[in-house]
Protein backbone atom coordinates (compact mmCIF):
# COMPACT_ATOMS: atom_id res chain seq x y z
CA UNK A 1 0.00 0.00 0.00
CA UNK A 2 1.65 3.71 -1.01
CA UNK A 3 1.97 5.89 2.21
CA UNK A 4 -0.41 8.46 0.78
CA UNK A 5 -3.17 6.12 0.82
CA UNK A 6 -2.24 4.42 4.20
CA UNK A 7 -2.07 7.94 6.22
CA UNK A 8 -5.56 9.00 4.21
CA UNK A 9 -6.86 6.13 5.72
CA UNK A 10 -5.74 6.66 9.45
CA UNK A 11 -6.47 10.15 9.37
CA UNK A 12 -9.70 9.72 8.13
CA UNK A 13 -10.63 7.96 11.76
CA UNK A 14 -9.92 11.02 13.71
CA UNK A 15 -13.15 12.62 15.00
CA UNK A 16 -12.53 16.14 14.03
CA UNK A 17 -11.25 15.53 9.92
CA UNK A 18 -13.64 14.65 7.59
CA UNK A 19 -12.87 13.71 3.93
CA UNK A 20 -13.32 16.39 1.20
CA UNK A 21 -12.35 17.77 -2.08
CA UNK A 22 -9.33 20.08 -2.32
CA UNK A 23 -9.52 23.33 -3.61
CA UNK A 24 -6.46 22.59 -5.92
CA UNK A 25 -8.86 19.86 -7.24
CA UNK A 26 -5.90 17.17 -6.79
CA UNK A 27 -6.36 14.05 -4.55
CA UNK A 28 -8.66 13.71 -1.85
CA UNK A 29 -8.36 15.92 1.10
CA UNK A 30 -8.85 16.04 5.10
CA UNK A 31 -11.10 19.10 6.41
CA UNK A 32 -12.05 20.35 10.08
CA UNK A 33 -14.55 23.06 11.10
CA UNK A 34 -14.29 24.18 7.51
CA UNK A 35 -10.33 24.47 7.06
CA UNK A 36 -8.63 22.52 4.69
CA UNK A 37 -6.04 20.79 6.47
CA UNK A 38 -4.32 18.00 4.58
CA UNK A 39 -4.64 16.81 0.84
CA UNK A 40 -2.19 13.83 -1.00
CA UNK A 41 -0.86 14.44 -4.20
CA UNK A 42 0.20 10.91 -5.79
CA UNK A 43 1.22 8.64 -4.19
CA UNK A 44 3.64 9.59 -1.72
CA UNK A 45 3.37 13.00 -0.73
CA UNK A 46 0.64 15.21 1.76
CA UNK A 47 0.32 18.73 1.34
CA UNK A 48 -0.56 19.81 5.16
CA UNK A 49 -1.73 23.55 5.66
CA UNK A 50 0.36 24.48 9.22
CA UNK A 51 -0.29 28.01 9.35
CA UNK A 52 2.35 30.79 9.06
CA UNK A 53 2.38 30.93 12.83
CA UNK A 54 3.04 27.30 13.34
CA UNK A 55 5.56 27.13 10.25
CA UNK A 56 7.48 30.15 12.33
CA UNK A 57 7.38 28.76 15.45
CA UNK A 58 8.75 25.27 14.42
CA UNK A 59 10.77 26.12 11.55
CA UNK A 60 14.38 24.69 13.09
CA UNK A 61 12.33 21.46 13.79
CA UNK A 62 10.82 21.39 9.88
CA UNK A 63 14.08 22.53 8.63
CA UNK A 64 15.92 19.25 9.71
CA UNK A 65 13.64 16.61 8.53
CA UNK A 66 14.41 15.18 5.23
CA UNK A 67 10.60 14.01 4.81
CA UNK A 68 9.07 17.79 5.02
CA UNK A 69 9.72 20.09 2.00
CA UNK A 70 8.98 24.39 3.11
CA UNK A 71 7.54 26.81 0.53
CA UNK A 72 8.32 30.06 0.79
CA UNK A 73 5.52 32.48 1.70
CA UNK A 74 3.16 29.58 2.21
CA UNK A 75 1.22 28.05 4.97
CA UNK A 76 1.46 24.76 3.58
CA UNK A 77 4.46 22.12 3.56
CA UNK A 78 4.70 19.13 1.64
CA UNK A 79 5.34 15.80 3.69
CA UNK A 80 6.85 13.30 2.03
CA UNK A 81 5.80 9.49 2.86
CA UNK A 82 8.38 7.00 2.32
CA UNK A 83 8.04 4.85 5.29
CA UNK A 84 5.78 4.25 9.06
CA UNK A 85 7.95 7.34 10.65
CA UNK A 86 6.99 9.94 7.71
CA UNK A 87 3.29 8.58 8.24
CA UNK A 88 3.80 9.16 12.03
CA UNK A 89 5.70 12.65 11.43
CA UNK A 90 2.18 13.47 9.31
CA UNK A 91 -0.57 12.55 11.89
CA UNK A 92 1.96 14.70 14.57
CA UNK A 93 1.48 17.22 12.25
CA UNK A 94 -1.74 17.26 11.27
CA UNK A 95 -2.04 17.68 15.36
CA UNK A 96 -0.34 20.85 15.55
CA UNK A 97 -2.26 22.14 12.34
CA UNK A 98 -5.56 21.40 13.80
CA UNK A 99 -4.38 23.55 16.74
CA UNK A 100 -3.02 26.41 14.44
CA UNK A 101 -6.39 26.55 12.84
CA UNK A 102 -8.55 26.34 15.99
CA UNK A 103 -6.19 29.37 17.74
CA UNK A 104 -6.42 31.29 14.89
CA UNK A 105 -8.93 33.65 14.96
CA UNK A 106 -10.18 35.16 12.54
CA UNK A 107 -9.82 32.27 10.73
CA UNK A 108 -7.05 32.61 8.11
CA UNK A 109 -8.36 33.28 4.55
CA UNK A 110 -7.78 29.75 2.28
CA UNK A 111 -4.63 29.69 0.61
CA UNK A 112 -3.63 27.58 -2.50
CA UNK A 113 -1.73 24.52 -1.66
CA UNK A 114 2.25 25.01 -2.67
CA UNK A 115 1.89 22.82 -5.68
CA UNK A 116 -0.60 24.76 -7.35
CA UNK A 117 -0.41 28.49 -7.61
CA UNK A 118 -3.14 30.85 -7.12
CA UNK A 119 -5.60 31.94 -10.49
CA UNK A 120 -4.50 33.96 -13.17
CA UNK A 121 -7.51 36.31 -12.18
CA UNK A 122 -6.47 36.76 -8.77
CA UNK A 123 -2.61 37.05 -9.64
CA UNK A 124 -4.00 39.97 -11.51
CA UNK A 125 -5.59 41.82 -8.76
CA UNK A 126 -2.51 41.62 -6.56
CA UNK A 127 -0.41 43.43 -9.23
CA UNK A 128 -2.36 46.63 -8.89
CA UNK A 129 -2.21 46.88 -5.31
CA UNK A 130 -0.96 50.15 -4.10
CA UNK A 131 2.49 49.76 -2.91
CA UNK A 132 4.48 51.85 0.12
CA UNK A 133 6.58 54.37 -1.35
CA UNK A 134 10.19 54.24 0.96
CA UNK A 135 9.25 57.75 1.98
CA UNK A 136 6.05 56.34 3.84
CA UNK A 137 3.94 57.59 1.55
CA UNK A 138 1.47 55.20 -0.67
CA UNK A 139 1.53 55.09 -3.90
CA UNK A 140 0.05 53.40 -6.95
CA UNK A 141 1.96 51.01 -8.85
CA UNK A 142 1.48 53.42 -12.13
CA UNK A 143 2.67 55.91 -10.09
CA UNK A 144 6.14 54.80 -8.66
CA UNK A 145 6.66 53.32 -12.32
CA UNK A 146 6.56 56.96 -13.61
CA UNK A 147 8.88 58.22 -11.05
CA UNK A 148 11.44 55.41 -11.64
CA UNK A 149 11.17 56.15 -15.80
CA UNK A 150 11.17 60.11 -15.46
CA UNK A 151 8.04 60.09 -17.28
Do not use: Y
Not at 78 to 87: A, F, G, K, R, S
Not at 101 to 115: G, M, N, V
Amino acid sequence: MNGAKLAMERLATWPDLHGATPACAAGPALCSAGAEIVHFHGDSDAELHLTAAAIERLRPELGRSTAIRLHPASAWVTVHLDCEDDIALLASLVSVALRAHTAAWPRPAAQPCSLHPAPAAHRRKARHLPSVARSGRRRDRRESNDVQTGV
